[in-house]
């Protein structure tokens, strides 16, 4: 079975740092393309970074967050990170990653076959 499993997600201040955890089982995480969202109360779910499958390996961020978050993938745990550096309150919301079966999955959620359940991030001012 196929399962993304995050964690890493909690409080913390404005200015503090996280690193949320994307653990994948029954299929190789680097074949797949893989994705960061987040979704706001009310909101549809919107695009955070994204990584190409594990040939290059190209990384792109939504201009909001490109300076302070980063995504990387440890193929040999088949695993994915956001770190996510100088947290503002607006950071607030739970954070899904997701697996596409393309080499690119680019920012639109329906690209995405696979999700995990989320994480709640919460940033207090």
């Known amino acids: 079975q196929v399962h993304l499993v995050e964690s890493g997600g909690g409080l913390v201040q404005t200015g503090g740092s996280l690193r949320l955890s994307c653990a994948a089982s029954?299929?190789?995480?680097?074949?797949?393309?893989m994705g960061w969202f987040r979704q706001f109360p009310g909101k549809d779910r919107e695009f955070v970074a994204g990584i190409n499958s594990w040939t290059g390996g190209s990384r792109y961020y939504a201009d909001g967050v490109k300076v302070r978050f980063t995504l990387s993938r440890d193929n040999s745990k088949n695993t994915g990170y956001l770190q996510m550096n100088s947290l503002k309150p607006e950071d607030t919301a739970v954070y899904y990653c997701?697996?596409?079966?393309?080499?690119?999955?680019?920012?639109?959620?329906?690209?995405?076959?696979?999700w995990g359940q989320g994480t709640q991030v919460t940033v207090s001012s």
């Open positions: 029954g299929f190789t995480l680097g074949n797949y393309a």
């Open positions: 997701a697996a596409s079966g393309s080499s690119y999955g680019g920012r639109t959620p329906s690209n995405y076959n696979y």
